[in-house]
């Protein structure tokens, strides 16, 4: 008896998302290596976090594939891009790489609407959710090497900043939650 409740186009394309989601940790994990050996522990830290938060969304993906009685395949992950020139190149790169994320998930979205698959398209609802803070969260940390500098930014710029991500939080606190009194 047949068990799998994933089309062969959806199954493809979630076992490609998943695989995309360990690249996009193993990136992380490299950033946030070449962070710590440039002596900005808390960057590090920042990114290494991440790298674990990428991981988990890859185990996300292969639970679902495997609740919904599909296969699994595991694909061999890209190589990294080359390290970071400097701290702003470092977040333009985290957001150019949350952006090409971003799409493959919308992607998976529209897919699970036009084959009608609800249960795919319901999970895939969390990702556009994950997606956009993981944007916010970038596009603050462009902000802040902006502040500091950016290529230009001081040493004690970059070190405040440097101390500021170490204790930063994993979340975004996205537009959907304000309101008039809590903006």
Not at 20 to 30: M, V
Not at 34 to 60: C, P, T, V
Not at 110 to 118: A, G, I, T, V, Y
Not at 142 to 154: F, R, T, Y
Request: aromatic share 10%; hydrophobic share 40%; glycine share 4%.
């Amino acid at each position: 008896m047949n068990t799998d409740r994933l089309s062969a186009t959806l199954r493809s394309a979630l076992n490609s998302q998943m695989t995309k989601e360990a690249h996009a940790s193993q990136i992380f994990l490299s950033f946030g290596a070449w962070a710590d050996s440039e002596g900005y522990a808390g960057i590090s830290n920042f990114l290494f976090r991440h790298a674990q938060e990428e991981r988990n969304h890859m185990m996300k993906i292969l639970e679902y594939i495997l609740e919904r009685g599909a296969k699994v395949k595991i694909e061999q992950i890209p190589a990294v891009p080359a390290n970071p020139t400097n701290v702003q190149d470092c977040f333009e790169k985290v957001f150019e790489q949350e952006v090409d994320n971003t799409k493959a998930i919308y992607k998976l979205v529209k897919m699970s609407f036009d084959e009608e698959d609800w249960a795919t398209w319901h999970f895939m609802q969390w990702f556009v959710k994950e997606q956009t803070e993981e944007e916010t969260l970038a596009l603050n940390l462009l902000d802040k090497i902006k502040i500091a500098g950016g290529k230009n930014a001081s040493g004690d710029a970059l070190y405040k900043l440097d101390r500021d991500l170490e204790k930063t939080p994993d979340d975004a606190e996205l537009a959907e939650t304000k309101t008039a009194v809590n903006p």
